[in-house]
């Protein structure tokens, strides 16, 4: 029944802006938390920016903070993750998770095993 759709990835100059969603369906939003992750050849995936409505809070990795910003609207049943700002290093596959039910605090955030319900990846390239 859960099901996670990620789109607007493809490819930019550096210094540009991309658009990211994260379409959600077959759950409550009551308590939930959704990430974006990225994962470049031959790296290990990892945590990108999460939003939680537990506290209604928001986190990000060093390497993105100030560029991106994570936003949700619950009508929509859909997350936004808003990039600027883009660096060739940016360049990875984009995944959005979903942590539903558990409450996900600043030190857990970007840990993969969080996170029970994936979608596809949506592709982001920066060129220099």
């Known amino acids: 029944e859960v099901q996670l759709q990620a789109s607007g990835g493809g490819s930019v100059q550096a210094g540009g802006s991309l658009r990211l969603s994260c379409e959600a369906s077959g759950f409550t939003w009551e308590d939930y938390a959704i990430a974006w992750f990225r994962q470049a050849p031959g790296k290990e995936r990892e945590g990108v920016a999460c939003i939680s409505n537990d506290d209604t809070s928001t986190y990000y990795a060093d390497s993105v903070n100030g560029r991106f910003t994570i936003s949700s609207d619950n009508a929509k049943n859909t997350v936004y993750l808003q990039m600027n700002n883009l660096k060739p290093e940016d360049t990875a596959v984009y995944y959005c998770?979903?942590?539903?039910?558990?409450?996900?605090?600043?030190?857990?955030?970007?840990?993969?095993?969080?996170?029970?319900?994936w979608g596809q990846g949506t592709l982001v390239t920066v060129s220099s």
């Open positions: 998770a979903a942590n539903i039910g558990d409450t996900v605090w600043p030190s857990t955030w970007s840990t993969l095993d969080e996170y029970d319900y």
